[in-house]
């Protein structure tokens, strides 16, 4: 079963003293990558959020956004940094007294320095911990979800795909025959060509054609690439995360496809070779998806 590695999900619930918002989104990336963006006041939830989703989520870059909304009293206390703020005012002042600005510093003016407040909660983090938990689990079963259904949908793609090369792979075991059978007959119409009356050596005939023979025989290629191909296949209804083993299967697929077309020089098998080159081109962009 093949996971996508971009996906979303966003869950809201509304407890006792708190309203909680939480998404999650996840894109491409070769490991696990994440990121949390919580209020600075509940910066303790960035790690276990992190572990409750590491639990699901192997490959992607994932970001977590969480928004707690107090419904049931106050809980936060804003204190101002008055030393802090004696320094803005009196280097302000200064600066309109050097410059011949007129003063017209307010209190209003002094928001501006977010580093002069400090917000604190009175709070049970435990209690706060169980209900992002609760919340964000949903989010992460929606998020899932949304990766299952595209994985299945790239699934069904590569399948087929997969199907096209293996039927590919079959023309090419049928036409290598002939090209070797078309090679004896041409090399015995230039002999006969070249000798003109003298009889030709048959068993020199047979020499040539054997010796070119073994130069463009492909068996192990396509022996080798059926073999891939079902392993390809087993991978693709893994349950465990396959991205990585795919593409390493991929890159040795291709480089048996390379060599059968490097080895014949026969239009036909060239032409499928192209298909199957194609195909696999078509199966990496969906492979870099998948975790």
């Known amino acids: 079963m093949l996971k996508s590695m971009t996906g979303y999900g966003r869950a809201q619930r509304l407890f006792e003293k708190r309203d909680i918002l939480v998404e999650i989104k996840s894109v491409n990336h070769r490991y696990f990558e994440f990121s949390a963006r919580t209020p600075r006041a509940y910066s303790y939830l960035d790690e276990r959020l992190k572990a409750l ?12 956004s969480v928004n707690i909304f107090t419904t049931g009293g106050q809980d936060a206390q804003v204190t101002l940094n008055m030393d802090l703020a004696r320094a803005y005012v009196d280097a302000l002042r200064e600066a309109g ?26 709070q049970e983090e435990d209690e706060v911990w169980r209900e992002v938990r609760e919340t964000a689990l949903e989010a992460v079963e929606r998020f899932l979800a949304m990766r299952v259904a595209e994985g299945a949908k790239m699934q069904a793609d590569i399948s087929s795909r997969l199907d096209g090369i293996e039927s590919a792979v079959g023309k090419v075991e049928e036409q290598s025959p002939r090209t070797q059978a ?14 003109e009356t003298r009889s030709v050596d048959e068993q020199r005939v047979l020499t040539e054609v054997a010796v070119f023979a073994d130069k463009i025989a492909v068996d192990e290629e396509t022996v080798r690439l059926r073999s891939h191909i079902g392993q390809f296949r087993a991978l693709l209804k893994s349950r465990e995360p396959a991205g990585r083993k795919l593409d390493f299967l991929l890159q040795e697929m291709n480089r048996e496809v390379n060599t059968i077309g490097s080895k014949c020089q026969d239009i036909e098998i060239t032409n499928t070779v192209l298909e199957m080159k194609a195909e696999l081109e078509k199966i990496r ?5 998948i975790e």
Request: glycine fraction near 8%; hydrophobic fraction near 35%.
């Open 53 to 64: 989703t590491g639990e699901a989520v192997f490959r992607g870059k994932t970001e977590v």
């Open 97 to 122: 007294q050097t410059l011949g600005l007129r003063d017209d510093l307010s209190v209003s003016h002094l928001t501006r320095f977010g580093d002069l407040f400090q917000v604190s909660r009175e």
């Open 182 to 195: 078309a090679y004896r007959e041409r090399l015995y119409q230039k002999l006969s060509q070249l000798l």
């Open 285 to 289: 962009e969906q492979v870099q998806n």
